[in-house]
């Protein structure tokens, strides 16, 4: 039986991810407070568990699992972290998508482009011959970003970095402060908006309303608006330093930076594991019998290295065609910021190795343990050494 946990203490992250696979594409395993639990890891079983109505990603439609409890979220806090747009099924996600995509446009993102390059321009002309590639530029770019479009004022980034770094922290104490302070601090961001609204995406979801009158209630807003702020950052990061890594340690040449991220999301994405699903009936998934009131945990980071899909999966092709990974996920779940990630990492890459074209590692990678893919530093040169 394989365990999620595994993620938490495997030498080999890659190695542990492809091996839940072999127990086939559906298998027994456990969560990481040990409870039962469905692993699915090859990928039209992932595609069938996104997108079959068969399949909850409401959490209060079981009673298998206190997820609360098993990653140390408080009760206070809980249905702030646990309710996000992820984690409603239709209707209630129908709505709330319809509210947020109103404000989260295309357009929207489009018009961060030149912001985006100017971010970027003015980070790469501030760096040393040899530095931290997360501290110095992978973390402050989306920071930057997502503050921006957000209205989050930039005094007061520091203080709610800490925060989400507790998030992803092991200890249970600091996943408590964490979330307690991000709440808290949103509920306050969001009265501010209302007393003076601004041009930014926090404002105009406070404003939005439907032609009925619907609108986002508070625990939505401060919900999505920490869902939007983490995800907005937090994945990007790890997007980007991911992708500066894998391009220096094997020593690859991008000619089509567009290609090559998306393979880079297949490959090493930092979205590894899906938000839990639940079944509201028996299903039979890939031949396997899976009862009534079951959780049931898609391995993205499995499912984009089946064979069945894809070909030579295990080899990092930045030309790779057909490259429908799971990287934002899949259905009507599918990541509402994954064009802004695209972006970032697309302009964050080709900035960086057309400014330094000789950049090099200049020491190894720092890991950060948990649940999460997530660098925590990676020391490079803008030259080779002489």
């Known amino acids: 039986m394989s ?15 492809t091996g839940l696979a072999e127990d086939g594409p559906v298998s027994r395993g456990t ?12 990928y039209p079983e992932s595609v069938t568990v996104l997108t079959d109505p068969r399949f909850s990603s409401d959490i209060t439609k079981q009673r298998k699992i206190d997820l609360a409890a098993a990653i140390g979220l408080p009760e206070d806090v809980a249905p702030y972290l646990l309710h996000t747009l992820g984690a409603y099924d239709p209707p209630d996600h129908t709505r709330l998508r319809r509210l947020v995509s109103r404000e989260f446009t295309a357009r929207r ?3 961060l482009r030149p912001r985006i390059q100017e971010i970027t321009d003015a980070l790469l002309a501030g760096l040393p011959e040899e530095f931290d590639l997360i501290e110095r530029y992978a973390y402050p770019l989306p920071i930057e970003v997502i503050c921006e479009l957000l209205g989050v004022p930039a005094g007061d980034r520091d203080t709610w970095r800490t925060w989400t770094a507790g998030l992803g922290a092991p200890d249970l104490d600091r996943i408590a402060e964490g979330a307690r302070g991000l709440v808290g601090y949103m509920r306050d961001l969001i009265a501010a908006k209302r007393r003076a609204p601004g041009d930014d995406l926090l404002s105009g979801l406070v404003k939005v309303r439907e032609d009925d009158g619907d609108r986002l209630s508070d ?7 920490i869902s939007i702020l983490i995800a907005g950052h ?15 340690t094997r ?23 899906a938000v839990m699903r639940y079944t509201l009936e028996p299903v039979d998934l890939g031949g396997t019998a899976i009862p009534a009131g079951e959780a049931v945990q898609v391995v993205y980071a499995a499912a984009n290295r089946d064979p069945r899909r894809f070909d030579r999966p295990g080899l990092l092709d930045p030309h790779r065609p057909d490259n429908a990974h799971l990287g934002f996920g899949h259905g009507i779940h599918y990541c509402l910021g994954a064009a802004l990630a695209r972006a970032e990492a697309q302009i964050a890459l080709t900035g960086l190795f057309d ?32």
Do not use: C
Request: aromatic letters at 6%.
């Open 3 to 17: 365990e999620i946990a595994g993620l938490l203490t495997a030498p080999d992250r890659d190695a542990y991810l």
């Open 31 to 42: 969560y990481v407070d040990g409870t039962p639990i469905w692993l699915v890891t090859g």
């Open 109 to 111: 993102v489009e018009r």
């Open 219 to 225: 625990e939505e807003l401060i919900s999505l608006s």
């Open 234 to 248: 937090e994945t990007t990061v790890g997007l980007i330093s991911q992708s500066v890594r894998l391009i220096l």
């Open 251 to 273: 020593g690859l040449r991008i000619d089509d930076v567009e290609a090559a991220v998306e393979e880079f999301l297949r490959f090493s994405g930092p979205a590894e594991i």
């Open 355 to 386: 400014r330094f074209p000789g950049l090099t590692l200049a020491g190894e990678a720092g890991w950060q343990p948990g649940m999460k893919r997530a660098l925590t530093g990676l020391p490079v040169r803008t030259s080779p050494p002489a």
